[in-house]
């Protein structure tokens, strides 16, 4: 039967282990920001033959369930690195998990990256000629900064959804607040307080997250309409 005094005891338990779901969005987020923006600048060089690899490779990722390439990391990747005489098999779960994840979120982060560089005016990048700039000073000091701008509202659903996507590293031994909820189940025989227990902290980390990042939006909102009304009264 259900009790609630064992969503209280579980409770503490559970978030004793939000450090490690934290340490599961942070380390993939930032691997997979950088790789993602590797990915959306080659593809913006069109360089022929990759081009079309990394579009290969961004279609079949977003194209999977984050499951299924966590899995085939998980079982796939000691396979590999045997064959190089490095034996993957006693790594910790966190790891594989790391690089599923960076995989899976790298290819989504590399086409909101992409089409916020192209949503840049093209006369950004030739202003920066014009003063004469090269065109890694223009990327980086005129094109970027905008482009990550415009991009903010997605980096900020993806961190969310990367966070909610943590509830799956349990299933190849990673012991998270998930984790740590199957076990108390296990043990104690009661599952539902558990998962109530990182339901309730899921709901409000994402919540708070929400708030925060339409908080960052609005403020870049207010600067674009200041800049815009400035321009307004200066032509008048």
Known sequence: MFAWKYVAEYFPIIIGK????L?????????????????????????????????????????????????IVYFGLPILLANFGINANKWNPVIFVFIAY??????????????????????????????GMTSFQTMRGIIVPQALKISLP???NLFIGLFQATALAYMVGVID??????????SKG????????????????????????????????????????????ARA
Request: with cysteine.
């Open 154 to 156: 997605m980096l900020g």
């Open 102 to 131: 960076s995989i899976n979120i790298s290819a989504f982060l590399s086409e909101t990256i992409r089409s916020s560089i192209l949503a840049v005016p093209a006369g950004q990048m030739e202003a920066g000629y014009a003063v």
């Open 18 to 21: 939000f450090p490690v779901t």
């Open 23 to 71: 340490e599961l969005v942070i380390v993939p987020f930032i691997a997979s920001f950088l790789l993602g923006f590797a990915i959306a600048i080659a593809r913006l060089k069109k360089v022929p033959g990759l081009e079309q690899l990394l579009a290969l490779y961004v279609s079949y990722v977003r194209c999977t369930p984050v499951i299924t390439q966590m899995f």
């Open 190 to 233: 009661h599952l539902l307080e558990g998962y109530i227990c990182c339901a309730i902290v899921f709901a409000i980390i994402s919540l708070s997250l929400e708030v925060i990042f339409r908080f960052v939006n609005k403020r870049l909102e207010f600067g674009q309409k200041n800049e815009y009304v400035g321009k307004r009264r």
């Open 177 to 186: 607040m998930i984790g740590k909820a199957k076990n108390l189940s296990t």
